[in-house]
């Protein structure tokens, strides 16, 4: 994995910032909400939070449309400042141990999963794709205050919209439709793991979606202090 960037020392924010209340506290870089933000620190050695992911596509084209789940483990013991992330079931199971802490790993195993999408479906470089992804969130974007549901309560959260293609004239044409996919991310404080949802959409040309997929943090994910 190799989305991770240097830290820049003027951005270290607390987590009392991050996730103040949206009404009264700055909103925070994306960069930070991604990469930065100790998303995983209260949770307790041994943890499993658990995602939804859904893909959806008409694309005979495409790796067909299917549902399974992601999960991170925090731990193992003798090793708790790192995580392990296991995406999907059976013959696409993927096991990523000793992954960093830092900020929720399971946005960088799903991004690279893109990058190996968009790499075979319209060849080029992967770095090209890491590259451009990695731009977008370390772009001077604030995330946008938004409420969400979660535990049975509404709860404050920021939003973060990027178009990571969509600004590259050169290679618009290669790109095709996915010079104007985007990526939503959700995080919330009253969510375990801060990562409430992601979803990418590929839109088709002619209006409509190619492409769409959501990882969302399961319903009965317990919030901070919930027993």
Do not use: C
């Amino acid at each position: 994995m190799s989305f991770n960037l240097p830290r820049r020392g003027a951005i270290a924010l607390s987590a009392a910032v991050i996730f103040s209340s949206a009404a009264v506290a700055a909103a925070p870089a994306t960069i930070d909400l991604v990469f930065y933000a100790p998303h995983f620190s209260k949770l307790e050695n041994g943890t499993v939070v658990t995602y939804k992911y859904v893909r959806k596509t008409e694309d005979p084209k495409l790796d067909p449309s299917f549902e399974d789940v992601v999960s991170v483990k925090v731990g193992p013991s003798g090793a708790e400042d790192s995580v392990t992330v296991d995406l999907f079931s059976g013959a696409r199971a993927i096991n990523l141990p000793n992954m960093s802490k830092t900020g929720n790993p399971v946005i960088v195993a799903v991004l690279e999963q893109d990058v190996k999408e968009m790499n075979k479906s319209l060849g080029g470089s992967p770095f090209y794709f890491r590259n451009r992804l990695r731009q977008a969130i370390s772009a001077d974007t604030p995330a946008e205050p938004t409420k969400l549901e979660f535990g049975g309560k509404t709860v404050d959260g920021w939003k973060i919209s990027v178009k990571p293609f969509a600004n590259d004239p050169d290679n618009k044409v290669k790109l095709k439709e996915y010079a104007q996919r985007s990526y939503e991310l959700i995080f919330s404080d009253a969510v375990p793991g801060g990562l409430y949802a992601l979803k990418t959409i590929t839109p088709k040309a002619d209006g409509g979606a190619l492409l769409t997929e959501e990882l969302t943090v399961a319903s009965d994910a317990k919030p901070e202090g919930a027993k």
